[in-house]
DNA sequence: AGTATTCCCTGTTCGC
DNA sequence: TGCGAACAGGGAATAC
């Protein structure tokens, strides 16, 4: 479920209530969730300490500790929200930490979310790529790296390594924006297209930030908010309906096993 | 190197 | 209405 904008808005709700404080405890009731280590490993390295900053990476949000760090993944259905009170009517609480007087929860329906600890974030930065809303995602960048990839358009910008944060809705959009078929060959792609393709990832990206995400069905923030930017959607979910630039009706189609809606008219494959 | 398939899970929607 | 199939903002592990 949540791309990008969406653990952004996730990561900013949270740190308010984190920074600064500490975990005194932790109940997991998913044991899975925890991939990579155990309640042990919270009690010697997590628990007393003090939260010294809590950011985005990729689609990770990233807790820093003085030694340690903890990164959390969303993956489909995942919520990661502050709370007063831990409600029993909630049937798909996978874990939740103590903070003083609140609680962190993790609430997640399909249960492919996952926390990790890491004692340094060498494990993400070798698995992510460029982070498209750093100085680094360059004119220059994007040209020589789409050149060296000989790849389906949208498998490429859903490929976590090349570019993190992408996921399946703003990958259409921003294919979109570029007039660029999801099945193109990365090498085939003008150096125009290339260019315009930048553009409209930070675009859709940006836009989407401010709006708090989109809320398609799962996703919310802060416990029950819901992202906006589905109202500004131009292809995702739209089949059926008219492009809004050329008015031919858009597709829904499968690329890389995943749902992909674009316009044939305005996105022809090269 | 790049692609397709399957799996991890549960809930909702769709088609007959 | 019922019931199974298909589908869902992700990603890892396979097999070609
Ligand atoms: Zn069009």
Known sequence: MPELPEVETVTQSVKKHLLGNNFDSIQVNWK???????????????????????????????????????????RMTGKLYAANSIEKDKKHISLFLTIGDKYLVFEDVRKFGRFYMFDNLDFLDNKLGIEPLSEGFSE????????????????????????????????????????????????????????????????????????????????????????????????????????PRCFSVIIKTKVAQRGTHYCPRCQIKR
């Open 32 to 74: 899975k969730t925890l991939h990579n280590f155990k309640i042990s490993d919270f009690n010697n390295k997590i628990k007393g300490r003090n939260i010294e900053n809590v950011y985005r990476k990729g689609k990770y949000i990233v807790i820093v500790f003085k030694s340690v760090f903890l990164c959390v993944h969303l």
């Open 140 to 243: 220059n960048w994007i040209l020589n790296q789409i050149k060296e990839r000989k790849r389906q358009m949208k498998s490429l910008l859903l490929d976590q390594s090349f570019i993190c944060g992408i996921g399946n809705i703003y990958a259409d959009e921003a294919l979109w924006y570029a007039k660029i078929h999801p099945l193109s060959n990365s090498s085939s792609i003008s150096k125009k297209k290339i260019l315009n393709l930048r553009k409209g990832i930070i675009k859709v990206l940006k836009e989407s930030i401010k709006r708090g995400g989109t809320t398609i069905r799962d996703y919310t923030y802060d416990f029950s908010y819901v992202g906006n930017y589905a109202l500004k959607l131009n292809v995702f979910g739209k089949e059926g309906k008219k492009c």
